[in-house]
């Protein structure tokens, strides 16, 4: 009934407590996430006849196992299904928050990037093509400037126009052949695994190759699940020997290249350091 389930996610100091307040007024109510004490903070706004319901998630700047606030985050992602996935990023600093969205884009969840910092980013001379960046990362992205609240309106459009939507085509970054045929080879055994698994296949054969302990520990607990942890432990050690390094560090490395890169073709404008005469 018009009901549409947001989260916010992104970087710590990208704006996102302050793109909330601004989007729901002062009618939040806190909360824990259930079995930790880390705040869960939700609020309403209604937009174009739809109630929005959007819960803050914590700020991280990736999503292994390692850290509490990185798990809450991708579990809620994954467990709650909200309908829409809201990723605000520090347009002062995208190459370090590209590292993040790419991770949630793997999600495969509707998505929309709020590249909120976007007068900062004026203030140092760097444009950023909006257009270029959405058609790239295949989800919608709009400016906004959230202590201003420039660009909230068109934020919620574009909320609201992706609830409706189905994931367009999700993000593929290339891993290299070694990791590719790995990751299609688990992806493939995953199909005999019973589970209810509201995880991408290829997003939980590479968590697996990650050495991530969640999904380790998740997988083995199902039917069939062993035999997977045994050709994922297989592979790591193929791996290692054909990357000469841990599988998980040359996942990092790739994704640190597609950021990298992106970041680069997307920024059409850097002011050159100015030069100081002594
Ligand atoms: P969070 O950690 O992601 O929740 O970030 P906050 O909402 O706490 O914001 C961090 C700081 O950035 C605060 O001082 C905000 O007032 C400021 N801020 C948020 N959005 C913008 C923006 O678009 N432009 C500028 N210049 N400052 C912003
Ligand atoms: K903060
Ligand atoms: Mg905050």
Do not use: C
Request: charged share 25%.
């Amino acid at each position: 009934n018009g009901k549409i389930a947001v989260a916010l996610t992104g970087n710590p100091n990208s704006g996102k407590t302050t793109l909330f307040n601004s989007i729901t007024g002062a009618k939040q109510h806190v909360g824990n996430y259930p079995g930790v004490t880390v705040e869960k903070r939700e609020g309403f706004r209604r937009y174009q006849n739809k109630d929005l319901l959007l819960v803050d998630l914590p700020g991280t700047y990736s999503l292994t196992a390692h850290a509490l606030d990185e798990l809450i985050a991708r579990n809620f992602i994954i467990q709650d299904k909200p309908d829409v996935v809201v990723d605000i990023l520090d347009a002062s600093n995208l190459e370090r928050n590209l590292y993040l969205a790419v991770q949630l884009l793997e999600l495969e969840r509707p998505m929309v990037l709020a590249l909120n910092m976007v007068d900062v980013a004026k203030n140092m001379g760097t444009k950023i093509d909006l257009n270029a960046l959405a058609e790239k990362l295949g989800v919608p992205v709009v400016g906004t400037v959230g202590n201003r609240r420039t660009g909230v309106d068109e934020l919620l459009t574009a909320v609201v126009n992706e609830s409706g939507n189905k994931v367009r085509e999700p993000l593929r970054i290339d891993y290299g052949a070694d990791l590719e045929e790995k990751i299609a080879s688990l992806e493939e055994l995953l199909t005999k695994v019973r589970y209810d698994l509201r995880f991408p296949g290829r997003w939980v054969a590479l968590k697996l190759l990650e050495n991530d302990q969640e999904i380790i520990k998740l997988i083995a607990g199902l039917p069939e699940g062993a035999a997977v942890v045994a050709a994922a432990t297989d592979a790591r050690q193929i791996l290692q020997e054909a990357l000469n390094m841990e599988p998980e560090l040359a996942i990092a490395n790739y994704r640190y290249e597609y950021v990298g890169r992106l970041s680069r073709e997307v920024i059409i404008a850097k002011r050159e350091s100015v030069l100081t005469v002594s």
